[in-house]
C-alpha cells in the first residue's frame, strides 16, 4: 500500500521568498515520486519526477525535490518565487512493481504575494 | 509526440440529463487511460482507468460509467447527472510498457444545475 501526505493545504509566500512544499510519503517497495502543477482550470504538469537515480532532481521552471529516504520526504523547493508560480501542486508515489495507479496527495495551493 | 485531447471543455446539464465526455490520445499505441474527478477545493479522485480496449476498472461505486471503444480513446457516460457529479473532470494517459509517469488533458468543467 501507498499513501501521500500534503502538510498544508495552502502556503502563501512574497515574490522572491523560498518556496517550500512539503510531501512525506509512504510506499511498501521502494517508489516513484511526482511532483505535479496545475494552473487554474487546466490539466496536470509534470515539475519533476524521482526514479531511483540521483536523490536530488531538478524540473522545470526552477523548481526542485530532494528524496530522503530516511525522512519518507520529498519536499519541492525553489529558491525565489514568481507571481507565475501560483497554482495547485500535487505530490504523487508510484509503487512501479506492476502497479500503474499512482496515489496522490490533496494538494498544495501556493499563493504569492507581490 | 502525444496529444491528448478532451471535449468538450465547459459543460451545463440539468439534473437527470444524460452526460458524455471524450477523451483521445494521439501519438501512442496501447497507452493505460484514466478518468479523474476534482470536486472544488478537493484533490484528485479516479474514477476509472484502462489497460486496453474493453477493459475497465471502476474505483468508486456511482452512477457514472466508463468505454474504450479504440485503443486512443476513452468515454464517461452517465444516464442521470446528480447535482453531485458536478466538478472539473480530468482525463490522463500513461505509456502501456515502461511508463511511470501520467500526462493529463486539458479537463472539462461539468456544472449540473
Known amino acids: 500500500a501507498q499513501s501521500v501526505t500534503q502538510l498544508g493545504s495552502h502556503v502563501s509566500v512574497s515574490e522572491g521568498a523560498l518556496v517550500l512544499l512539503r510531501c512525506n510519503y509512504s510506499s511498501s517497495v521502494p517508489p516513484y515520486l511526482f511532483w505535479y502543477v496545475q494552473y487554474p482550470n487546466q490539466g496536470l504538469q509534470l515539475l519533476l519526477k524521482y526514479t531511483s537515480a540521483a536523490t536530488l532532481v531538478k524540473g522545470i521552471n526552477g523548481f526542485e525535490a530532494e528524496f530522503k529516504k530516511s525522512e519518507t520526504s520529498f519536499h519541492l523547493t525553489k529558491p525565489s518565487a514568481h507571481m507565475s508560480d501560483a497554482a495547485e501542486y500535487f505530490c504523487?508515489?508510484?509503487?512501479?512493481?506492476?502497479?500503474?495507479?499512482?496515489?496522490f496527495g490533496r494538494g498544495t495551493s501556493l499563493i504569492v504575494h507581490p | 509526440s502525444q496529444t491528448i485531447h478532451q471535449w468538450p471543455a465547459t459543460l451545463v446539464q440539468p439534473v437527470g440529463s444524460p452526460l458524455s465526455l471524450e477523451c483521445t490520445v494521439e501519438g501512442t499505441s496501447n497507452p493505460n487511460l484514466y478518468w479523474y474527478r476534482q470536486a472544488a477545493g478537493r484533490g484528485l479522485q479516479l474514477l476509472f482507468y484502462s489497460v486496453g480496449i474493453g477493459q475497465i476498472s471502476s474505483e468508486v461505486p456511482q452512477n457514472l460509467s466508463a468505454s474504450r471503444p479504440q485503443d486512443r480513446q476513452f468515454i464517461l457516460s452517465s444516464k442521470k447527472l446528480l447535482l453531485s457529479d458536478s466538478g472539473f473532470y480530468l482525463c490522463a494517459w500513461m505509456p502501456g510498457l515502461g511508463g511511470d509517469e501520467q500526462f493529463f488533458g486539458p479537463g472539462t468543467r461539468l456544472t449540473v444545475l
Open positions: 504523487a508515489v508510484s509503487d512501479r512493481r506492476g502497479s500503474y495507479i499512482p496515489t
